[in-house]
DNA sequence: TTGTACGCGTTATCAA
DNA sequence: TTGATAACGCGTACAA
């Protein structure tokens, strides 16, 4: 572990200034029995170029910041597997920041992104404040958003279109003969909740069913949580027949809940997600699931960042939006064949 | 987006040195005047501090890196869960590098340790050969690695006994009155694949059941890997009554198989796994299995790390190894009650 | 083709 | 208490 050798460390040793130390180690026109030299010297020396004074001098770090809420949900995790191939390919390491969908952490990170100990941040805010909005505006470096995003922020936005993907979920549930269609959501002061609440309605109203609040239930975007949300749902007392859960995990709750209740899925109740994670292929039976495209989401949106920072033209650019469609992926739980 | 003010901006700005800036922003003692008008100034201006600058000055980079074979295995996962905040309190940030368990970018990741783009680094290595080894010792950072490694490495080490584990796992399923019992483990070049096929023998022999080798299959620590040797398996028609397998991801490619077989868990086979994640819990029916202790051991290898980047006094401690207890979950996929 | 010298933004030393 | 100034390691005009 001892002292790093610099370029002024292999300059003495090849005999030459650092300037053509550096000169070589960057490719440029050099005489050959200089470069042979030096790079001799650099190999003896197992030299590494220093980070912080490269990144000092080009002003780039070749670092990607990215922030989500927490590396724990699924969703995040298949976005990381996508984004840090990318980005590795690029020449760009991961920086992984939770922020525990706080606002405050978000915008701290968007804060010090004038550190420019990134070069770029990939974000995916749960809740939506006027603060956090000002604070992506506001960010010293290129930003790209995973999830909707207000077009005065002019940063480029990865989306998907979820009220499409309750849509889907409703009428294939409906296809089934399904009628009494529950639906177990996360906090609705959060972009998603919000956003398939509002879906739910809407996709009911298209079907010609009626709204009934004891269809009805919040609580988290987490297992347990959602298993607490059914079981107040079943307590309620309604005929259900369905369950379309705002996400994998409030889905993965709600077979715990209904196997207690002896409940049968799909033949008594059947049993929707959304995100299309392994958790849902892996449950059993396993769970029909809209895919909002995480993966893909994830690989965009590094895609985007890239494309902001190869080179000034593009950093220029107005604002990139893309959209992947959500698609519904079918399994056992609601159709099937669960032995 | 637009250019960052420096101590330079802020010196200008309140009137002062950029000498005084530096001082009032480290809090070094300074007229309050001074200290009023600085952070006035540094406040309106929105100062964030370079951090290629702080860190060519002060040598440190206030990033830890994280190297496993995949962000995608669940374990790796819970042990980032565990890592982040410990280094988050810490003021240090994460970088992650996802190696696909191949040596030849372990050995890149320890190299550009060089650079000191991280203070220092948690490894997780699936293959230990000699190079590797050297890389380790040679690493200008300090290094933990988690599993075992070699003493003249010289590095701090957490590691969990699977030997035992299996132990337990095996105990267990004889204590059922299983006495056939298959184990499927992942490639045997890797050190998790050859200790897991030891400790069965070993167990076996404890236990006094002959060693078959009908009963046992290679794969590799993944799901559809897993289900494809338990369907080795089952072809080589033996009598099996449990599987013990080598990970969780692997017990649910056995439930796979089993119930494509029609065959019932635990009544016609028990199935016990490894790591004790998520999945296992969440399977149906819920998995047996041997927690090795993942969130602990990340944790505690952030603290070690911590320690050895706390100051120069510790920095030259003799490596400390610490050691994570196994742990068998008994779960209804050995013991139940599936109904 | 090569070397000297300067600047990137900070921190730390030394006089004043 | 403060300001001028020298590093930290690298890249790059500019001069030779």
Redesign the pocket.
Known sequence: MG??????TI?ERA??????V??V??G????P???RKVLAAADELG????S???S????RSHQVAFAMADIGNPVYLEMVREIQPVLKAAGYRLVLHSTGADVAEEIEVLRSLGGRYADGLILIPLRLTAELAAAISAARAPVVVIGSVPEEAGVDNVRTDSRLGVRLALDHLYALGRRRIAFVNGPLDTVPGAARAAAYRDALAALGLPYDEKLVEVGDFYRAEGAAAVRRLLAKGPDVDAIMCANDLIALGALDVLREAGLRVPEDVAVAGMDDTDLAAGAWPPITSVSLGSAERGRRAAELLLARLADDASAKAPRKVVSVRPELVIRASTKGGTR
Request: glycine share 8%; aromatic share 2%.
């Open positions: 002292e790093g050798p610099t370029i002024g300059a005999g030459v200034s650092t300037a053509s550096s000169r180690l960057n440029l026109p050099t005489r029995e200089t470069v030299y590494v170029p220093n912080a004074a490269r000092l001098k080009s002003r």
